[in-house]
């Protein structure tokens, strides 16, 4: 990936940082927020963000568009799902989640914080109904 490719560059006014090396570029939008996340090859939420948020499992809904890569859903009741850019994502909260190849994956998030699930009208925890 070059240094000129706009996927990558960085985003005017947002606020930028790094969490279990993932890259996130933050902006208010409204009462919610539109995200960046750059997730490098090899990436593992049980890995790399569960030793830093302390829950078995992500407990955050993402909802948006792929742009970049391959990403991996795993829920502990056997349900997976797969991703492929470009493609959009509803991933309902209790899951782990990995980047699949030796490419990094590059997702465009919507969210409102701790009331995405609900202002998305997700479950607050994924079951099968």
Known sequence: MSSDDLLLASVNNAESREVGGVRLDIS?????RVKRL?????FRWSRNMK???GTEYCMHAHVGF?????????YPDGCRLE???PQVIAIEPGHDGWVVGDQAAVVIEFDFERETAQRCGMPEIHRHG
């Not at 208010?28 to 919610?32: I, L, Q």
């Open 28 to 32: 208010r939008a409204g009462t919610g």
């Open 38 to 42: 750059i997730y490098p090859a090899g």
């Open 51 to 53: 030793p830093i948020v």
């Open 66 to 74: 792929l742009a970049r890569g391959q990403i991996h859903i795993e």
């Open 83 to 85: 991703f492929t850019a």
